[in-house]
């Protein structure tokens, strides 16, 4: 809660409070002026009579005890940004409940500690554990089925751009991942001229579609070779270590057009794959990626002359 709310709830807080208790020191007292209590001159049906009676006092007394307990709870408890005398907050409370939670399950989970995540994916009822993780999780980017979508990726092939050795994909899942695809559009144009994103796209394209115009493709390998080797490697195969992908293959993250490839290089891209063991330990994720394991056929190795990390 902002400030500005925390100040707002505050005001109408107070108002609200003083406004019952003008209310009741108001209507509490019988004033001089007021008809007698059985007197009103309110009468209907020449027996139905209007009585102005005060309050019962335990009534009274009920509703002042309410505005005594509210003032208490409020500087106790606090409202917002405003800390109680208590220090109680919401927040620490859900911090213990899950800390507390968070035991529990590691308590039940604890058959399954350290052990390696392509161990763990031949017991089933490990695998359908890290399933159900994976569905609450990873669902979100990766697709309930593990398929992925535009700039996320397929984790039912056999590629693997940080690596799919099992302690490569557990770092993944624990330590998360950072690539960084520079926008080098200008760079390249100042290189090669006006035509030199597209001539690079033609060489890219050619690596997996040799049906480029050859021109281009002389001109973009000349570019390749100076600017995006570092990463790409010569024969663009690729490099696990920093997740530069294998342009050799069919796999394109963000897609294979040529709408898609300029924006690739005339902005960059950003792909973040967070940390998941800071929020569900090492257990946790050991099963995840063991269910993760299971996705994928792992049938063919990384091609000759790309950067493997094990």
């Known amino acids: 809660m902002t400030p500005a709310w925390t100040w707002y709830v505050v005001i109408l807080t107070v108002l609200n409070l003083g406004g019952c208790a003008w209310l009741l020191m108001g209507t509490a007292k019988r004033r001089s002026s007021d008809p007698k209590p059985d007197e009103t001159g309110h009468?209907?049906?020449?027996?139905?009579?209007?009585?102005?009676?005060?309050?019962?006092?335990?009534?009274?007394?009920?509703?002042?005890?309410?505005?005594?307990f509210a003032v208490a709870y409020l500087v106790w408890f606090g409202v917002g940004e405003l800390k109680g005398v208590g220090h109680w907050s919401s927040k620490s409370e859900w911090a213990l409940d899950n800390a507390a939670e968070e035991a529990r399950l590691d308590d039940t989970l604890k058959l399954y500690a350290g052990k390696p995540i392509d161990v763990l994916a031949q017991d089933p009822s490990a695998?359908?554990?890290?399933?159900?993780?994976?569905?609450?999780?990873?669902?979100?980017?990766?697709?309930?089925?593990?398929?992925?979508?535009?700039?996320?990726?397929?984790?039912?092939?056999?590629?693997?751009?940080?690596?799919?050795?099992?302690?490569?994909?557990?770092?993944?899942?624990?330590?998360?991942?950072?690539?960084?695809?520079?926008?080098?559009?200008?760079?390249?144009?100042?290189?090669?001229?006006?035509?030199?994103v597209d001539d690079t796209i033609a060489y890219v394209l050619s690596l997996s579609r040799p049906d480029q115009p050859k021109d281009a493709v002389?001109?973009?390998?000349?570019?390749?070779?100076?600017?995006?080797?570092?990463?790409?490697?010569?024969?663009?195969?690729?490099?696990?270590?920093?997740?530069a992908p294998d342009l050799t293959d069919s796999y394109w993250l963000y897609g294979s057009s040529m709408a898609s490839l300029h924006k690739t290089l005339s902005e960059g891209r950003q792909g973040a794959m967070p940390a998941w063991k800071p929020v569900l330990g090492d257990t946790r994720t050991r099963l995840v990626g063991a269910y993760v394991w299971t996705l994928s056929p792992h049938r063919d190795p990384p091609p000759t002359g790309a950067v493997v990390a094990e």
Do not use: Y
């Open 43 to 68: 009468v209907w049906d020449g027996n139905l009579t209007e009585f102005n009676k005060p309050l019962p006092r335990w009534w009274i007394n009920l509703f002042i005890i309410t505005i005594v």
């Open 127 to 196: 695998v359908s554990i890290g399933r159900t993780i994976f569905i609450n999780r990873c669902a979100a980017c990766h697709g309930s089925s593990g398929h992925g979508a535009v700039g996320f990726p397929d984790l039912t092939d056999d590629i693997w751009h940080w690596g799919g050795t099992p302690n490569r994909i557990l770092d993944t899942i624990q330590n998360g991942r950072q690539a960084v695809m520079p926008a080098w559009a200008d760079t390249l144009k100042a290189q090669g001229g006006p035509n030199a």
């Open 218 to 243: 002389e001109r973009g390998e000349k570019m390749f070779a100076t600017i995006c080797v570092a990463c790409h490697g010569a024969q663009g195969k690729g490099n696990q270590v920093v997740g």
